[in-house]
């Protein structure tokens, strides 16, 4: 398998680049995947996204309404943060996870 770098940052969904957003606008929730076209972690946590700020790695047991509860991997103790405040905490992020919107065009 030979990968190809390009100069310009693409969504691989919807291929809209830096310069070329999508309609409404649009922000990198991936490498190649951007925010019209996925789920981020960041914004709308769900079961199983992990997001690490700095040396502190959150993963998500489930969110229940404005509830995000979630622990440490590896660690017993679970916590419960507001949506808002967990959308505070992870705008540091320095690592989350992302997926494509169910039924996006691959
Ligand atoms: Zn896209
Ligand atoms: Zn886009």
Redesign the pocket.
């Known amino acids: 398998m030979t990968f190809t770098l390009t100069p310009v940052r693409c ?1 691989h969904v ?1 291929g ?1 680049t830096e310069t070329n ?2 309609a409404g606008g ?1 922000w990198w929730i991936g490498p190649d995947l ?4 996925g789920r981020d972690s960041r914004q709308n946590p769900a079961h199983g996204d992990r997001v690490t700020v700095g040396t502190e790695t959150r993963e998500v047991e489930r969110v229940n309404g404005d509830q995000v509860i979630y622990s440490w991997p590896g660690v017993v103790a679970v916590r419960t943060l507001r949506l808002a405040a967990w959308r505070a905490w992870a705008a540091n992020a320095t690592g989350w996870t992302s997926e494509p919107n169910k039924g996006a065009a691959a």
């Open positions: 969504c919807c809209c957003a999508c649009c951007c925010s019209a076209c």
